[in-house]
C-alpha cells in the first residue's frame, strides 16, 4: 500500500513537470492581462458564446486564462486566474484563484483551455468567499448554456450556483467541471496587492484595485 502511494506521488509530480510546465513561470500581471483578453473575447464572440442575458445576471465572474489538463496514470487539471463580484460600488477588485482536480486513469494526452465561469447567485457567492470550494460538491455547479441570443431558461441556468464555459477556436461551450477544487491563490495576491490578503476582503469590495488591474476590469464592466 505505502509503495502504492509513493508510486502515485511520483507520477503526480511528473505529471506536473510535463503538463503543466509553465504555470510556475508565467507572472500575476501576464495572467491578469490573459484574463482580460479572456473577458473581451466574450463581447466579439459570434453566436457560439455566453448568453448575455447570464452574463448580467451573475453576481461574479471567475477567469481562468489557461486551464492545462494531461494525463499519464493520474490526470489533473490546474489553472490560475481571477474572480471579481458585483458590489454596491461596482465590480470588486480581482481576487486570486486556483483550480485543482485530478482522477487516476490509465490516459495519455493533454490539454489547455481557456475557463469562465458565472456565480449566479448569492449561495454561489458565499461559496467564493469560503477559502476552498468544491464545484458539483459543496456548490451546484453545471456545465452553461451557449447562444448569444439564447435563451438562458434551462434547468442548469435556474438552479446551478455556478455555470462554468470553456473556449477553443474562438467559441465558447458548456464544460462540465464536476470534483474540481477552486481556491484562493494567496501568493497571486500578494503579489498583486504587496501584502497578505484574503478573497473574502478583495470580492466584498472594500480594496482598491492594483493598477494593473485597470484592462481587466474595464473588459467585465461591459457585462
Known amino acids: 500500500m505505502c509503495g502504492n502511494r509513493t508510486f502515485l506521488a511520483i507520477a503526480t509530480v511528473a505529471l506536473t513537470a510535463q503538463f503543466f510546465p509553465g504555470t510556475a513561470l508565467a507572472s500575476t500581471p501576464e495572467r491578469l492581462a490573459a484574463a482580460a483578453a479572456s473577458v473581451n473575447e466574450l463581447s ?15 453576481e461574479c465572474i471567475i477567469v481562468v486564462p489557461s486551464l492545462k489538463k494531461g494525463a499519464i496514470v493520474v490526470g489533473g487539471e490546474y489553472g490560475r486566474g481571477f474572480a471579481s463580484c458585483r458590489t454596491a460600488r461596482g465590480w470588486s477588485a480581482p481576487a486570486s484563484v486556483k483550480i485543482e482536480g485530478g482522477s487516476v486513469g490509465f490516459q495519455i494526452g493533454g490539454a489547455e483551455t481557456e475557463v469562465v465561469m458565472l456565480v449566479m447567485n448569492k449561495e454561489g457567492v458565499n461559496r467564493l468567499l469560503s477559502t476552498k470550494f468544491t464545484l458539483g460538491g459543496e456548490v451546484k455547479a453545471a456545465a452553461g448554456p451557449v447562444g448569444r441570443t439564447g435563451t438562458a431558461q434551462t434547468d442548469a441556468a435556474m438552479t446551478a450556483e455556478i455555470l462554468s464555459y470553456s473556449r477553443t477556436r474562438g467559441a465558447f461551450a ?15 495576491n500578494k503579489d498583486l496587492y504587496g501584502k497578505e490578503m484574503t478573497n473574502k476582503e478583495i470580492l466584498s469590495g472594500g480594496v482598491t484595485a492594483p493598477a494593473g488591474a485597470g484592462p481587466f476590469l474595464a473588459a467585465i464592466k461591459k457585462f
Not at 466579439?44 to 448575455?52: E, F, V
Not at 458548456?174 to 497571486?188: F, I, K, M
Open 44 to 58: 466579439a464572440a459570434p453566436d457560439k458564446s455566453i448568453p448575455a442575458d447570464l452574463l448580467k445576471k451573475a
Open 174 to 188: 458548456g464544460v462540465s467541471l464536476t470534483g474540481a477544487t477552486l481556491r484562493e491563490d494567496d501568493s497571486a
